[in-house]
């Protein structure tokens, strides 16, 4: 009895040690503190994503299972490869410009007296606060054939009005310069504070070494931005590769589809055409694409991360 | 032939005067040391000289052309930072030859001179190391080689030993006199350690408030301070400052301390001082070393007396003891063996052969 007695709460202190030892370890409480944002994850993100990779192999009427159907339509169709050139290009060319303004920018601001630079820094920020939907109704009015500010400014000048939806070569331009307007202010931001973060006796030490301004960009302030340039061109490469509301509201996709991208003509043929299966295949193009740019992009800043 | 020449160098920063007006001669080879407390003017000066800083009056002179308006590009100098300002991306070898690549130098003369630098600072296994992975004691020498590589006009120090520890600070110290020995580069090198200033230097330029105070051997400034602030500011234990004022006795001067205690000034300064007699603001200025417990044997100009000690302070091969005259801390070095006590009385001996009398009105050295 005694025995028993004695070897009782031992037992209970050795279940309460090892259930106290497992909540002691570093990797569980990890993962129980990231669990509201695993949770998140998954109903917001895996099981949507799931469920599209599903609808994808359904018929029209989401009767039937299709497999891979979809798929072999869809790469049959000229306007899907229209929609992949039309997005690549958008993407890629939004995104060089949108690199190029900002890092011109944030070196303009960067040399403005700190007095006043929180006045600039606040002004060029406006175009990337408003929202999108908002500010591209804007530029559609300015973009309009007959009434535009553009087009009268032109007028002005003696040049013929430009039809600047309403043909192809025009169209995309429009697309392309709002998304521009819309995301140069995140990189110059973005560059601003990567500036800031490069010590100044590194431009000192470099034009003692000779450097001119131009190689002093060249050989201190380009590498030591690396990293924030591979990032920030990564996520605005994500961002405007799957762009919706500029292209909706200025273009539909207009004209002729020309200046669909993946998300605007998966609406078209989902939503607006009724064809949700096919919608979704289209929708999902854009994974692979944008796994492989963050896979290259992401390596690179984790080989240059060890190393500086 | 790199001579440096500085002619009434003035640096404004919106009203305020940094350097107010300095002239410098440095000879060709030589290690000048600019010395003096923070804000002195000494950085900026180096900062002009490099080109860093604009001038706002006067001329820099760098091998006889004036290069008030040359970029530093093209100054022909070589600068050590003090958190050394190495280049994070680029390894030590690229760090080394990143000016000898923007001057298109040959790749195999690059190569050479790399190598050739690496072997004087001891750092050839370090050639393929990022910056981050090297200690302090080795970033600063690869910022060392990096100057040397580049075989300048003028060598430039801003303070590169201040970031380091104690021990590598005295063994880096000894490492740029023997760089400076093999490559007999003209050196401009500032620092607020006059210890570093004394060791290092040929001349040493003492600096206070934006104008130079003295320029001089090491040993000049010690054994003849012209002011009151070098007599001050160069020697550690700091020299002893006491209010004193100066009596004429039966034809021989003294220099009174307190009611109590007075030294007779040594016989050959008699005719430099005797126009001060009686003068207010005189200070006597006599080193700690001058100071010591009494010896059987007396020199000339030594004086013994008795005087409770305040604090002992043993170092080892030297003890401080430190106390009071007439209101006035004192500090002496006597031997470790000579058995001083705190708050006991001490017979202490006053060599006043090598004493300082300073008019305090206006800093100068009489």
């Known amino acids: 009895m005694a025995d028993i007695a004695a070897r009782g709460p031992v037992a209970i202190a050795g279940g309460r040690s090892s259930l106290h030892k497992l909540m002691q370890r570093k990797s569980t409480i990890a993962f129980l503190m990231a669990l509201p944002l695993i949770l998140l994850i998954l109903t917001l993100v895996a099981y949507p994503a799931g469920y599209a990779v599903y609808l994808a192999m359904l018929n029209k009427g989401m009767t039937k299972f299709v497999g891979f159907g979809n798929f072999d339509f869809l790469f049959g169709r000229e306007t899907f490869w229209m929609v992949v050139y039309q997005s690549c290009l958008f993407a890629i060319t939004a995104v060089i410009f949108k690199a190029i303004i900002g890092f011109v920018v944030a070196h303009f601001v960067h040399n403005i007296p700190s007095k006043g630079q929180r006045k600039w820094r606040g002004m060029l920020l406006v175009p990337w606060v408003i929202p999108p939907a908002m500010s591209t109704l804007a530029w559609l009015w300015l973009f309009d054939p007959s009434y535009s500010a553009f087009n009268w400014i032109l007028a002005g000048f003696g040049i013929d009005r430009i039809p600047w939806t309403g043909e192809t070569g025009w169209a995309r331009f429009s697309v392309i310069l709002v998304n521009v307007w819309i995301g140069a202010p995140f990189f110059m931001i973005m560059y601003l504070a990567a500036l800031k973060s490069v010590p100044e006796q590194l431009y000192e030490a470099a034009s003692i070494d000779g450097a001119t301004w131009w190689q002093r960009i060249w050989y201190v302030t380009l590498p030591m931005m690396r990293n924030i340039i591979a990032i920030t061109a990564l996520f605005s490469l994500i961002v405007t590769f799957a762009n919706f509301d500029i292209v909706r509201v200025l273009t539909k996709g207009d004209p002729l589809n020309t200046t669909h991208v993946f998300a605007t003509w998966a609406f078209r043929v989902g939503i607006e055409s009724g064809d949700i299966p096919l919608g979704a295949s289209v929708s999902l193009f854009m994974v692979p694409i944008l796994a492989v740019a963050a896979t290259f992009i992401l390596r690179d800043i984790t080989k240059r991360g060890s190393e500086v | ?366």
């Open chain 2, 1 to 366: 032939m790199a001579q440096v020449t500085l002619r009434k160098v003035v640096k404004m920063y919106d009203e305020v005067q940094a350097v107010r007006g300095i002239d410098l001669d440095i000879t060709d080879k030589e290690f000048i040391v600019l010395v003096g407390p923070s804000g002195c003017g000494k950085s900026t000066t180096l900062r002009m000289i490099a080109g860093l800083e604009e001038i706002s009056g006067g001329d820099i002179a760098i091998g006889g052309d004036v290069v008030n308006d040359v970029p530093p590009k093209d100054r022909d100098i070589a600068m050590v930072f003090q958190n050394y300002a190495l280049y994070p991306h680029m390894n030590v070898y690229e760090n080394m030859s990143f000016g000898l690549k923007l001057k298109r130098t040959p790749k195999d003369e690059i190569e050479r001179r790399v190598r050739q630098a690496a072997q004087i600072l001891d750092i050839t296994e370090l050639l393929d190391r990022k910056p981050k992975q090297l200690s302090g004691g080795q970033r600063q020498r690869v910022a060392m080689g990096r100057a040397i590589v580049r075989d300048p006009k003028v060598f430039l120090f801003d303070e590169p030993l201040s970031n380091l520890d104690a021990k590598l600070r005295v063994q880096m110290r000894t490492e740029i006199k023997k760089v400076h020995q093999k490559v007999r580069t003209t050196t401009v090198y500032v620092t607020h350690d006059q210890v570093e200033a004394m060791t290092l230097a040929d001349r040493v330029v003492v600096m206070n408030a934006g104008l130079i105070e003295q320029v001089g051997s090491p040993n000049d400034l010690y054994h003849s301070p012209i002011t009151k602030f070098v007599a001050g500011f160069i020697g550690s234990p700091a020299m002893n400052f006491i209010p004193c004022h100066l009596e004429q006795a039966a034809g021989a001067l003294r220099v009174r301390l307190s009611d109590t205690l007075s030294f007779p000034v040594p016989a050959d300064r008699t005719s430099r001082y005797t126009a001060h007699v009686g003068k207010a603001n005189l200070v006597l200025g006599l080193r700690p070393e001058h100071i010591t417990e009494t010896r059987p044997h007396v020199e000339p100009n030594q004086h013994d007396f008795e005087n409770p000690i305040d604090v002992v302070e043993p170092m080892g091969m030297e003890t401080l003891v430190y106390f009071t005259i007439a209101g006035s801390e004192v500090c002496g070095r006597v031997n470790p063996n000579a058995g001083a006590t705190a708050e006991k009385p001490m017979k202490l001996r006053a060599d006043l052969s090598n004493m300082h009398l300073i008019d305090d009105g206006t800093g100068k050295v009489l």
